[in-house]
């Protein structure tokens, strides 16, 4: 067997890998005695198949099978060994492939071609100038905050009269013209409606002021104009709404206000665990650290994509643009060019930073420790508990979570490759000036637009 490389341009090669029939006549005549070991062919005893008959029902395909092994096997080792960085997989060469007649050739010719990794030198300094924002902590996020945990612990309370934002249940019936009931119509006896979800301005204020046991009468289709919503209230399907006529009545059998939670210590324990926090001073305390955070976790995420576009804008070098379009039209097979044309901007860009930061990461040993991988999958998980308010809970409980989210390979590749950005981004910011900016959540917003 023999393996050549010719580059026909710097990020582009053909391979070629030839084989003779003393490369794989051995092994296929070993897996044929095998197969006949364990053959079941009806009118021949087990292990007393004739090999000719074997060779003749199973010999191409194995024959074929291992000389894919054999080229596959030998292409990685190849790409290893040449310490080749490539882009994409090998690629076959369609039109040379299909000249190849199994049935009469013992020797065998193959090519395919390679996308070649370009030469990259990364051209940042401290002549490029990168800002690190502060961001200012004001009145009305700490107000926000304090907003939405009272709004997240609040309840349901009962009401006598409706009011714009109520929530009320009862029995729904549709009416004909003159306001009769119609026999076997469209009804519910036990719906519910939120009042501030109803679209028509008019049709809501007939709903504010009633009391217990009160009627209203109105279109349907007016107050709701999404068929979703008219089919969860009537608890029919979908498909049902279109058919239906216009005036409905609702019966009012129960009325429920929502009401935030006090700021207390009932409050203070339900989100941080019984007695954590002690006074409403204490509570804003705590709630100007988790802000200060989370802004800080966004001014990185900031600094880390201006780091990126900036190395992407400064180094410049070119990919196998065509080679790389043949290879995703391969790899998806439900794509078409006229798409990957669309969105190859985009993955080019990705591409050059992943081979910017995987260079960065290369030349400097960066390494990724289990311990690292269990901390920052700790940190995810603590965040997310965070999100729906369990704040109480333990280390153990988190550290277990972890664990198991890291027994996931595609989320354990997702965690250990936003560790080697913020290595790599650690790294590159010892490149440059990084200027200090304060801005005011509204003024960093503005920067995604």
């Known amino acids: 067997m023999n393996i050549s490389r010719e580059n026909t341009d710097d990020l582009n090669a053909v391979l070629t890998v ?43 395909a194995i ?19 040449e310490k080749l960085e490539i882009l994409g997989d090998p690629l076959p060469k369609t039109d040379e492939q299909q000249l190849i007649d199994f049935d009469t050739q013992e020797d065998f010719s193959f090519s395919f071609e390679l996308g070649l990794a370009p030469v990259i030198d990364l051209k940042l300094t401290k002549k490029n100038k990168v800002n690190q924002y502060e961001i200012i902590i004001d009145e009305k996020m700490k107000n926000d905050y304090v907003s939405n945990y009272t709004r997240r612990y609040g309840d349901l309370r009962k009401a006598e009269a409706t009011e714009g934002k109520d929530v009320i249940k009862g029995k729904i019936e549709a009416i004909d013209n003159k306001g009769n009931i119609i026999a076997g119509g469209p009804s519910s006896d036990d719906t519910s409606l939120g009042i501030d979800i109803i679209k028509d301005e ?21 107050a709701f104009p999404n068929d979703t919503e008219i089919a969860g209230i009537l608890h029919i399907k979908k498909e049902e709404v279109a058919g239906l006529e216009e005036n409905f009545r609702f019966t009012i059998h129960d009325i429920s206000r929502f009401h935030p939670s006090e700021v207390g210590k009932e409050l203070f324990d339900k989100i941080y665990g019984e007695g954590v926090v002690k006074s409403e001073e204490e509570f804003l305390k705590k ?6 955070i989370n802004l800080k976790r966004e001014s990185e995420f900031k600094l880390m994509l201006d780091i990126k576009n900036l190395a992407i804008e400064k180094t410049d070098f070119q990919l196998p643009e065509e080679f790389l379009k043949k290879w995703l039209l391969k790899v998806n097979e439900n794509t078409t060019i006229e798409q990957i044309d669309k969105e190859f901007d985009s993955f080019k860009k990705d591409l050059k930073w992943q081979l910017i930061r995987n260079k960065v990461a290369r030349e400097n040993e ?46 354990a590749k997702r965690i250990a490759d936003k560790i080697l950005e913020e290595k790599v981004t650690l790294l590159m910011k010892e490149l440059v000036k990084l200027e200090e900016k304060s801005v005011t959540v509204e003024e960093f917003n503005k920067l995604f637009e």
């Open 18 to 60: 030839k084989i003779d029939k003393a490369d794989y006549e051995e092994k296929v005549e070993t897996l044929l005695k095998d197969y006949r070991k364990k053959a079941s062919i009806k009118g021949f005893r087990p292990g007393m198949v004739p090999i000719g008959l074997v060779k003749k029902m199973y010999g191409r």
């Open 63 to 81: 024959q074929i099978d291992e000389i894919n092994k054999i080229v596959t096997e030998n292409i990685q080792k190849y790409i290893t060994d």
């Open 202 to 222: 008019k049709i809501k204020e007939h709903f504010i002021g009633k009391n217990l046991n009160d009627t209203i009468d109105f279109d349907i289709k007016k």
């Open 287 to 292: 709630i100007e650290e988790e802000i200060a």
């Open 366 to 411: 960066v390494k990724i420790t289990e311990e690292e991988l269990l901390k920052e999958a700790e940190n995810i998980t603590r965040y997310q508990f965070q999100q729906y308010g369990l704040f109480y809970a333990t280390d153990e409980q988190i550290s277990n979570y972890a664990k198991e989210t890291l027994k996931k390979e595609e989320d």
